[in-house]
């Protein structure tokens, strides 16, 4: 099982930046995906950003051109520049590790809050 953290949620103004951090310790498969989820008060969780380890990345549109993912594959961690912040962006950040083997397995972290004020 890998375990999750995030860091580097909080309160910001509208425009603002914010970068969320998450580290993930524990065995980890090789071929794997690490990403962002966030889940707004009464709204299903979605997809922000995901990054595999040879470098793919996805982006949900409406977070395109103002979100960038990265990760560092040696120190198992992986970030989220949030720029050009909008009310609408406010949630709780999921950090997500999956990998599939025969099936999708997830791991999840315990989420950080960001709050964007208009």
């Known amino acids: 099982q890998v375990q999750l953290v995030e860091s580097g949620g909080g309160l910001v103004q509208a425009g603002g930046s914010l970068r969320l951090s998450c580290t993930a310790s524990?065995?980890?498969?090789?071929?794997?995906?690490m990403g962002w989820y966030r889940q707004a008060p009464g709204k299903q969780r979605e997809l922000v950003a995901t990054?595999?380890?040879?470098?793919?990345?996805n982006y949900a549109d409406s977070v395109k051109g103002r979100f960038t993912i990265s990760r560092d594959n040696a120190k198992n961690m992986v970030y989220l520049q949030m720029n050009s912040l909008k009310p609408e962006d406010t949630g709780v950040y999921y950090c997500?590790?999956?990998?599939?083997?025969?099936?999708?397995?997830?791991?999840w972290g315990q989420g950080t809050q960001v709050t964007v004020s208009s």
């Open positions: 990054a595999t380890t040879r470098g793919s990345t």
């Open positions: 524990g065995s980890m498969f090789s071929i794997n995906v």
């Open positions: 997500n590790y999956n990998y599939f083997l025969i099936r999708r397995y997830d791991s």
